[in-house]
């Protein structure tokens, strides 16, 4: 199975400003059948179930605010946030789908310094 | 409103049995691939198994294989996770969700808590 590697596992962020959450992948991720590369980031807020924030490395879903970014191919994926805000706090998670077999991050948690 | 309830979680015994159910509304639940995925207390999340719309595809994570079993049932708009032969470490939220293969894990449920213990 492939393995996701998040780093740092712990990101404690002042309000207003950018945050960084790298996350690594033990194979390519873009497929070969398509040509898709299928990385998504998700949050999971205190006490909610998780929720999508970007799907296929960089498109963010309706609803999501822009302040959130993704990059990144192949191995190698990064989710920005430009400028945090209380109500971003909780764990991100990266999660492959380029095998049926799909595996998550151990994911990292944000809290406000 | 898209709703995705599960059911069927809590306390047996190490060895034991468990159904896991979750209806849904408020979307095309046979267009759709679902997913559980569980979270251990204090972990992160662990994808369990999916199963695609026609619901003859289905893979899960190998500690659950030969364990678990993930249906569907398209007429029903529901979704089923058959457990047996339950470990201390399946200890979990078990969630119900709802995706697709370009657009990622879309819905949500809220969780069922299974505990296994003596």
């Known amino acids: 199975d492939i393995v996701m590697t998040q780093t740092p596992l712990s990101l404690p962020v002042t309000p207003g400003e950018p945050a960084s959450i790298s996350c690594r992948s033990s194979?390519?991720?873009?497929?070969?059948?398509?040509?898709?590369?299928?990385l998504d980031w998700y949050l999971q807020k205190p006490g909610q179930s998780p929720q999508l924030l970007i799907y296929?490395?960089?498109h963010r879903p309706s609803g999501v605010p822009d302040r959130f970014s993704a990059s990144g191919s192949g191995t190698d994926f990064t989710l920005k946030i430009s400028r945090v805000e209380a109500e971003d706090v909780g764990v991100y998670y990266c999660?492959?789908?380029?095998?049926?077999?799909?595996?998550f991050g151990q994911g990292t948690k944000v809290e406000i310094k | 409103e898209v709703q995705l309830v599960e059911s069927g979680g809590g306390l047996v015994q190490p060895g034991g049995s468990l159904r896991l159910s979750c209806t849904t509304s408020?979307?095309?639940?046979?267009?759709?691939?679902m997913i559980w995925v569980r979270q251990a207390p204090g972990k992160g999340l662990e994808w369990v198994a999916n199963?695609?719309?026609?619901?003859?595809?289905?893979y899960s994570v190998d500690s659950v294989k030969d364990r678990f079993t993930i249906s569907r049932d398209n007429a029903k708009n529901s979704l089923f996770l058959q457990m047996r032969g339950l470990r201390a470490d399946d200890t979990a939220i078990y969630y119900c969700?709802?995706?697709?293969?370009?657009?990622?894990?879309?819905?949500w449920g809220q969780g069922t808590l299974v505990t296994v213990s003596s």
């Open positions: 296929m490395v960089s």
């Open positions: 999660m492959q789908r380029v095998e049926f077999r799909w595996t």
């Open positions: 194979q390519s991720l873009l497929s070969s059948d398509d040509g898709n590369t299928y």
């Open positions: 969700a709802a995706g697709s293969v370009v657009r990622g894990i879309l819905h």
């Open positions: 199963i695609k719309q026609d619901g003859f595809e289905k």
């Open positions: 408020g979307f095309t639940f046979p267009n759709y691939w």
